[in-house]
């Protein structure tokens, strides 16, 4: 019988079954949240009650296959995206608590190249992040 590797991130099941995209929000949930808030009434009465958007902001999409060649352009889109080494000129440490620095690691030691790291994930994460949001972060600076 063999026994399976059990490393301090995990063991090789959940490695095989990692999947990036589960964790980060898809470009169709933003468009979701945006057509949600053109259909709200402009006057919403405000109430002390937690609705249930607030108790769980969690949409659950229905599930499809996917083919093998999907996934695969999925990754090489995500690696294009997130998994290029960038060139930091001016470092600034930045604090993440250990379970998702492991997290984070894994991504980067499975899909990444070998000069790819978890500083580096963050710098396009973050970047990522401010190009997505560019306008809705100027428009709410001005409220």
């Known amino acids: 019988m063999t026994e399976k590797r059990k490393t301090s991130a995990g063991s090789e099941d959940e490695y095989r079954d990692f999947h990036p995209e589960s964790y980060f929000p898809t470009e169709n949930y933003r468009k979701?949240?945006?057509?949600?808030?053109?259909?709200?009434?402009?006057?919403?009465p405000i109430s002390s009650e937690k609705t249930e958007r607030d108790v769980s902001p969690i949409i659950e999409s229905p599930t499809k296959r996917i083919s093998s060649r999907q996934r695969r352009l999925s990754l090489e889109e995500y690696r294009t995206v997130f998994l290029q080494v960038p060139r930091i000129e001016d470092r600034k440490p930045v604090f993440i608590s250990g379970s998702v620095r492991d997290k984070l690691d894994r991504i980067v030691r499975t899909l990444g190249t070998r000069r790819m790291s978890v500083s580096g994930l963050l710098e396009n994460l973050a970047t990522h992040h401010l190009e997505i949001y560019r306008d809705d972060l100027e428009q709410w600076r001005k409220l």
């Not at 979701?32 to 919403?44: I, K, L, N």
Request: aromatic letters at 0%.
């Open 32 to 44: 979701m949240e945006d057509s949600e808030e053109a259909e709200r009434p402009a006057e919403v």
